[in-house]
Antibody, heavy 120, light 105 residues
């Protein structure tokens, strides 16, 4: 079973860029869709974005418009890493961030999540 | 918008639990259910409204189409006390309901 491990800074200052990576344990990265989902403390789940790990002739990347174009994902098949950058962070971006593997539709495998706090 | 009800369900082990999820517009059967236990990541239970994911016990079942969906747990086990989320994948962005907490009565 695939294992996903998120990593990155636990504390980010307001207005800076949050950078997270997700390490994928197997060679499935190019055959699946990869998403980032976040969860503020005590609250529900918010989908951030999705990217296909392989080559595609159709649009394979989508982001949640609620993030005002601040999110960018990338996939590196050689290092088995899925990355997320979130620019101009504010306190409301404080959350647990999950990496998830899935298909075009839903999320089949999740990492354990990484807690990120935005504070000066 | 996905709306789940009730927000909290107080149940005893062995009882039958029925959780609801309503979509603001028709989403056909493009719905998934997830379970999140305390401190853990969500786990996929059901997709396509009624198909159990790999390894999910038969006591979990999903039904519905269009705008009304139900997750049923036929006989609650101790491991089932958790928060349950529905998620639609008919439209972008993918969205979740706010969750239903199933707690011990």
């Amino acid at each position: 079973q695939v294992r996903l491990q998120e990593s990155g800074p636990g504390l980010v200052r307001p207005s800076e860029t949050l950078s997270l990576t997700c390490t994928v344990s197997d060679d499935s990265i190019s055959r699946h869709y990869w998403s980032w989902i976040r969860q503020p403390a005590g609250k529900g789940l918010e989908w951030i974005g999705r990217m296909y790990g392989g080559r595609s002739t159709v649009q394979s990347t989508h982001y949640n418009p609620s993030l005002d174009s601040r999110a960018t994902m990338s996939v590196d098949t050689s290092t088995k890493l899925v990355s997320l950058k979130l620019t101009s962070v504010v306190a409301a971006d404080t959350a647990i961030y999950y990496c998830a593997r899935g298909n075009w539709q839903y999320f089949q495998s999740w990492g354990q999540g990484i807690r990120v706090t935005v504070s000066s | 918008v996905m709306t789940q009800s009730p927000a909290t369900l107080s149940m005893s082990p062995g009882e039958r639990a029925t959780l609801s999820c309503r979509a603001s517009q028709s989403i056909s059967t493009n719905l998934a259910w997830y379970q999140q236990t305390l401190g853990q990541a969500p786990r996929l239970l059901i997709y396509d409204a009624s198909t159990r994911a790999t390894g999910i016990p038969a006591r979990f079942s999903g039904s519905g189409s269009g705008t009304e969906f139900t997750l049923t747990i036929s006989s609650l086990q101790s491991a089932d006390f958790a928060i349950y989320y529905c998620q639609q994948y008919n439209n972008w962005p993918r969205t979740f309901g706010q969750g239903t907490k199933v707690e011990v009565k």
